[in-house]
């Protein structure tokens, strides 16, 4: 009897053994993983701190483990072989469309499909026998693919975390982008292309183990990289002697500012609180009565765009959202110029997909060349020598083969409750809720250049990377609704039968601000819209001498047509400073700045604390736009900061992959942050200033305390040193400083 109860524990043993082992191997996965950063594709880039893994750290811990982890100039060599090969897959795993001949089998997954692939790459196996053999029988789970290269590489229990943590971050470009994939873009399910976490370390520990079976070497590598890092200066001496003149300055003049009686204005236009609108908000409130406000590009709508033409979609709105309804904008036309248009987009898409198939099949381009040749050469001395005429022609053409339409958005998949919801909230968190002028323009942004494969990192970061038009265009539609103002009736907020709410995009190359009045019916707001229109035209110029002051523009032509004329050069490597010099992130009514040259440094976000007693708006604002915010201010330090480990390098010696990402070279890592033409006046000299976030709020103390207390993101960020945080009391205009313990300390 003993004996059976024996020999059942054994077998229960056993089977819990394994159980534990695999357990402890997803955690080591799941461990080695926390260090990397999402890196989103060129189609729409997003901001992200690089040292995001790492903030749960002080800011000066986080700078020494980033220091030691990404900083390293020089790899050890068979580490650089790894690399080589392991890029050489990812590159036409990842492949967009820009290969000539896709990878095969890509619907596998990116262990299987490799898995499948490998047996014929010489490089890796050498045509070795035994090595052919071993790969061969590797499992199909990428799990025990893992298990098995760490017994053959010899790395002990304990160093497992620690070891994957390095083969991720000895390549982290790659790896960032394989975590966008799987935890940010929404899900990898319906993916053509499948990937998982533990795919690529699959993947890349195989390769490991027949390029460097010794690769254990590379934990002793690492703690001789941290132990230097640990005896450097840290940088953040350098980052607090930037902070401590600007903060006192700016905190002093905000202080002295008083918020005036409300009055009705000629007109009130909501912008992003996008940096670059504060410059161009200051010169429209000099051009006449208009009251500006500042909101979050998405103006509250987490949406999917899809364009009825097309058929494509997008998500417009912050990547801390999920869209929650898709608006379906199509050509505000009759059917019949419908079709045209649907004819002229399938005729432009023919053309480009059969001149690629020539450009790049293995025969056809000699004859393209033989056949097109003199047509590209003058094209390209057209783009070359005169932007403004090629941009010109090639507009004219396209517009004749497709002629541009208004576009109108469907609202049809937004519940009218939701519709109620985000027009209340929207006007609640901004502080208009009443004085409504005449006009209101709700404002979306976007940039317009040529060859930029950065383009999408101009564009709205709180549309994910698109451009606003349509989030404006969707709220102005709502809050033209009549059922929707009889709700807002019986909630408090009594809209003017003549208030009209118009969308608009500015432009932020060339400062033109397009307004969308194509839908509306006629009526007196036609003649306040006549000369709005030109007091923007006005404010355009007056912001693009600014603007071509900062980037240096000597030229003898208006200011406005060099601007314009930088968005059209297709060899501009600097068409515009995009949010470079960030500093800080003002929630204040906007009296409180608008007579302050706040040098196009500052996030401007409405706030109205009277009326919102219990801080849910503050709340909303400091856990969603402000750390948005606070991604781009750390992605412009760090890449100005290092631009080779946290930058893109430059421009000029770039190549893009796969439509994916930017390399240097033709076998780099990805390279996740700013080029240096963002971040600097030469090679040498900065443009952006290397400090931290700086948010100035004008709330009472005890409501920050209570949103604080409740906000382990906030007690995060501002207790390791990220994020700077001041009060400005209400009733007696005394600022506060936040300190890391989350204490107050008066400033002088």
């Known amino acids: 009897m003993k004996s059976a109860i024996k020999s059942e524990n054994i077998v229960k043993m056993e089977a819990i053994a394994p159980t534990h082992e695999t357990s402890s191997l997803n955690e080591a996965i799941k461990e080695s993983w926390q260090s990397i950063a999402p890196f989103w594709p060129l189609k729409n880039l997003i901001a992200v701190n690089p040292l995001q893994g790492f903030e749960d750290l002080p800011i000066e811990e986080a700078l020494i483990e980033g220091a030691a982890y990404f900083q390293q100039p020089e790899l050890p060599k068979p580490m650089e072989s790894v690399n080589r090969e392991t890029i050489k897959w990812l590159q036409a795993f990842f492949d967009d469309g820009q290969a000539t001949i896709a990878m095969p089998v890509r619907k596998a997954g990116l262990y299987n499909a490799w898995l499948k692939l490998v047996q014929f790459d ?49 390549l982290p470009g790659w790896a960032a982008h394989v975590k966008y994939r799987t935890a940010w873009s929404g899900g990898d399910a319906d993916h053509p292309h499948p990937l998982s976490q533990a795919d690529y370390l699959a993947m890349r520990l195989t390769i490991t183990c027949l390029l460097w079976p010794d690769a254990k070497l590379l934990l002793d590598w690492h703690a001789h990289a941290l132990s230097k890092a640990e005896q450097q200066a840290s940088p953040v001496e350098t980052f607090i002697k930037n902070e401590t003149h600007y903060r006192l300055s700016l905190l002093n003049t905000i202080a002295t500012q008083r918020v005036k009686e409300p009055h009705i204005p000629a007109a009130q236009l909501v912008f992003c609180i996008d940096v670059r609108s504060e410059p161009f908000r200051r010169a429209l409130e000099a051009m006449g009565d208009y009251d500006t406000f500042g909101f979050a590009g998405f103006f509250g709508v987490p949406v999917r765009i899809k364009d009825g033409v097309t058929g494509e979609s997008y998500a417009s709105c912050p990547v801390l959202l999920t869209p929650k309804h898709t608006v379906t904008e199509a050509p505000h036309c009759s059917e019949t110029t419908r079709r045209k248009d649907h004819a002229g987009y399938a005729t432009l898409t023919s053309f480009k997909r059969f001149y690629q198939s020539l450009k790049y099949n293995f025969t056809t381009p000699f004859a393209l060349v033989e056949t097109l040749g003199l047509a590209s050469g003058l094209w390209m001395g057209l783009r070359s020598f005169t932007p403004a005429l090629a941009y010109r022609l090639k507009s004219g053409v396209a517009s004749t083969i497709r002629q541009p339409l208004p576009i109108e958005s469907s609202l049809e998949d937004i519940p009218f409750a939701d519709q109620c919801a985000y027009g209340e909230g929207a006007l609640r968190m901004m502080g208009l809720t009443s004085h409504f002028a005449p006009l209101v323009i709700f404002c979306g942004h976007g940039s317009t250049t040529q060859n930029n494969a ?58 033109e601000v397009m307004l969308d009045t194509h839908h509306h019916e006629p009526g007196e707001w036609r003649l306040s819209c006549l000369e709005l229109k030109a007091d923007l035209e006005e404010a355009r110029e007056d912001n693009s001498t600014w603007r071509c002051q900062t980037m240096g523009v000597q030229d003898s032509n208006t200011c406005s047509k060099s601007t314009a004329l930088r968005s059209h050069d297709w060899a501009q490597v600097r068409p515009e400073w995009g949010l470079a010099r960030n500093a800080a992130f003002i929630v204040a009514p906007r009296d409180m700045t608008k007579q302050m040259n706040l ?35 750390t992605q412009y330090l760090f890449s100005t900061f290092d631009n080779v480990a946290y930058g893109g390098g430059s421009k000029i ?96």
């Open 454 to 511: 950065y383009a999408t990192a101009l564009d709205c970061g709180a549309c994910g990377g698109r451009h606003g038009a349509s989030n404006a265009r969707i709220l102005a539609n709502i809050l033209n609704d009549r059922d929707v103002r009889k709700r807002l009736y019986t909630n408090g907020i009594e809209i003017p039968e003549a208030t009209r709410f118009i969308a608009a995009e500015h432009n932020t190359t060339t400062d």
């Open 122 to 170: 010489g490089k890796l196996h050498g045509y070795d026998k035994q090595k052919s053999s071993w790969l061969a029988a590797l499992p199909e789970s990428s799990e025990q693919a893992i298990a098995e290269c760490l017994l053959r590489l010899r790395i002990a229990k304990e160093d497992r975390g620690q070891f994957l943590t390095l083969l991720l971050t000895t």
């Open 653 to 748: 010696t770039k190549n893009i992959t796969g439509k994916l990402g930017i390399m240097q070279g033709n076998a780099s890592d990805l390279m996740t942050g700013l080029p240096i033409q963002s971040v600097c006046l030469s090679d040498t000299e900065p443009y952006h200033e290397l400090q931290r976030l700086m948010t100035v709020v004008v709330a009472p103390r005890t409501m920050i305390d209570s949103i604080i207390a409740k906000q382990a993101v906030l007690q995060k960020l501002f207790g390791n040193g990220w994020v700077q945080l001041a009060c400005i009391e209400p009733d007696n205009h005394q600022t506060y400083y936040l300190q890391r313990n989350l204490t107050w300390q008066k400033t002088h």
């Open 599 to 633: 040098e196009g440094r500052c996030f401007l976000h409405s706030y109205d604390y009277t009326q919102d007693l219990e801080g849910a708006s503050l709340t909303v604002i400091l856990t969603a736009p402000m750390v948005v915010a606070q991604w781009i201010n």
